[in-house]
């Protein structure tokens, strides 16, 4: 009986800390986009107050011979899928430079954004691809 309380103990206080530590883990990341349709959802981050997304080398790839113009974001709470704040536009990713789009009041929540529209469409015929997409949730930045 000991044993399997000690071992259970053990199991909660290694959980707790996984927990704990990983909720700063994920609040920052970068990664990339292959393929991304309308209703594209990206992976979660924890915040609160400040959130910041970048996308830069962006390409549309589907149809064919479609030229990328713009891609249009919503920020959403994890869980309910609240939206959060207005669509966010993106045009400058297509070229040399980088998009980035900021909301600010954020309450502490868990949050994510979905590729709402490519070229102002959001039927699924449209495809994306984005080399850089980070987030950051250090407004001193």
């Known amino acids: 009986m000991k044993k399997r309380t000690y071992l259970t103990?053990?199991?909660?206080?290694a959980v707790s800390l996984l927990?704990?530590?990983?909720?700063?883990?994920?609040?920052?990341?970068?990664s990339h986009i292959e393929g991304g349709?309308?209703?594209?959802?990206?992976?979660?981050?924890?915040?609160e107050s400040y959130t910041e997304v970048t996308f830069k080398g962006c390409d549309m790839t589907e149809p064919p011979g479609n030229v990328g113009k713009s891609v249009d974001i919503q920020l959403y709470t994890?869980?309910?899928g609240t939206?959060?704040?207005?669509?966010?536009?993106f045009t400058k990713c297509f070229g040399t430079s980088s998009s980035t789009?900021?909301?600010?009041?954020?309450?502490?929540?868990?949050?994510?954004f979905k590729i709402v529209k490519i070229n102002g469409k959001?039927?699924?015929?449209?495809?994306?691809?984005?080399?850089?997409?980070?987030?950051d949730t250090t407004q001193a930045d």
């Open 83 to 89: 939206k959060v704040g207005p669509q966010k536009h």
């Open 122 to 135: 959001s039927g699924e015929l449209y495809k994306i691809d984005v080399d850089q997409v980070r987030v």
């Open 37 to 47: 349709r309308p209703g594209f959802g990206s992976r979660v981050w924890a915040d």
């Open 101 to 112: 789009a900021t909301w600010t009041g954020l309450p502490k929540n868990v949050y994510y």
């Open 78 to 80: 994890a869980g309910f």
């Open 9 to 13: 103990l053990g199991s909660v206080g």
């Open 19 to 30: 927990i704990v530590s990983s909720t700063s883990a994920y609040a920052n990341w970068s």
